[in-house]
C-alpha cells in the first residue's frame, strides 16, 4: 500500500488493493492490532461510534459480545457497567437501537428535529399533550423509570399494542426531551435530557449539515475505508445527506480494488489517519455477533470478506442454512466459518458448525473454549459439523 500524496484533490490519487482495504477495515474496527484494554469498553465504544442493541440473547446480548470480541474476555458485569452507568452514553437511533457515547448526543440533533418535523412516531396517541406532559412530570418528581414504573408499557394485547404513556414516552426520547442512559433487566430507564446530558453538550444545537459532517467523519474513522453507501448505512443517513457532507468530512477519495463489478476497482473514501502507517499486528480469533459493526452491513461484508450471511433467527427453521443465531468465525483477519451457539446449563453447545478448510480447526477451537470460559461454560459440545470427518480432531483439540 502506497501513502497518500501530501495534496490529494477530489479525485482518487491512491489505489488500494482489496487485502489492503480488508486490513485497514479490520484495524478500524479494534480487530487488528493491539487491544486498548486500558480504554475498555467506553473507549471502544467512541472509537466505533455505535454498537447495536438486540433483544436476542444466546451466550450473551450483542452489545456484551461486541466489545468481548475486541478485548477478549472483559467481565460482563463491567461491560454493562460501562455501557449503563457513569453518564458516558445514552441509546438511540443510529444504525438501529445502539448504544451511543454521550459526546455524540449533540450529532442527532438532525434525527430528534425530523421527529418533531414529522410530528408523530408509526404509533399515534389519542392525547398527546396530556400523556406527555404526565410522563415529564413524573420523571420530574420521581427520577428516572422504566415503562412499568411510569404505568405499563402495553395495553395488555400483542407486543407492539403500546399504551398510551408508552407511546408518550418513546416519543419524548425520539425528540430528545427524555434520554436512555440505562437498562435494567433489558428495560430501558427513561429520565429528563437536562438531568442526564451533561451541560455542555446540551446547550450545543449543531445545524443539519454540521451533523451530518460528523458523522460522516465518525463512520468513515471507524469503517476505515468505505463506499458512499457503506457511509450511508453506518448510522443510517440518506444518500444526499452523506453527498453534502463528504466534501468537508476530511476524508479521502480512493480506489479500491476489486470492490467493483466483476472485480474491478471501485471508488471509495478512506480515512486519512488510516492510510498513514501500514495496518498489521495481531489478529483476533474470535466468534462474531451477526450485529458486530464489522459485518452488520451484507454487501459489505460479501465485498470484503467473500462472505454471504445473514441472521437466520427470523428464518423458518427448516429453510435455516447456518443456525438460529450463526456467528461468523475471524481468524487470521478473514471470515473462515460459522458457529451456532446455545447453551445448556454448565455446557456451551455448538449445534451446527461449517468450516472453509480442515486447516482451519485449531482456530475453531480456540474461539469455543475462550467463547465457552467467558460465559461460564466448563465445557463445550458439538451437535452437528459440516464434516464429521473432523470430529475426532476437533474433540481432541477441545479435550
Known sequence: MSTLPAAAGPAPTLTLRADDARRIALRAQGLLGAPDRRAGVRGLLRRLGSVQLDTISVLARSHELVPYARLGAVGREAVETAYWSGGGSFEYWSHAACVLPVEEWPLFSFRRRAFLARGHRWHRMEDGARSCAEVLARLRADGPLTATDLGGAKKGGVWWDWSETKIAVEWLLDT?????????????VYDLTERAVPDQLL????????CFRQ??????????VATHKDLTDYHRLKADQVDAALPDSGLVPVLVEGWGRAGTAAPAWADPAALDTEPR????????????????????????????????????????????????????????????????????????ISLDSPAQLPALAQALREAADW??????????LHDEALRPAL????G
Open 281 to 352: 499486528g495481531r489478529h483476533r480469533t474470535t466468534l462474531l455477533s451477526p450485529f458486530d459493526s464489522l459485518i452488520w452491513d451484507r454487501a459489505r461484508t460479501e465485498r470484503i470478506f467473500g462472505l454471504s450471511h445473514r441472521l437466520e433467527a427470523y428464518t423458518p427453521r427448516e429453510k435455516r442454512l447456518h443456525g438460529y443465531f450463526a456467528m461468523p468465525l475471524l481468524s487470521g483477519g478473514r471470515l473462515i466459518g460459522r458457529v451456532d451457539p446455545a447453551r445448556d446449563k454448565q455446557t456451551m453447545v455448538a449445534r451446527q
Open 395 to 398: 474433540e481432541k483439540l477441545l
Open 375 to 384: 460465559v461460564g461454560c466448563d465445557a463445550v459440545r458439538v451437535e452437528r
Open 203 to 210: 446547550g450545543l444545537d449543531p445545524d443539519d449539515t454540521a
Open 176 to 188: 430528545g426531551q427524555v434520554v436512555c442512559t440505562e437498562r435494567r433487566g433489558w428495560k430501558r
Open 215 to 224: 458523522l460522516v467523519r465518525q463512520s468513515g474513522a471507524a469503517l476505515g
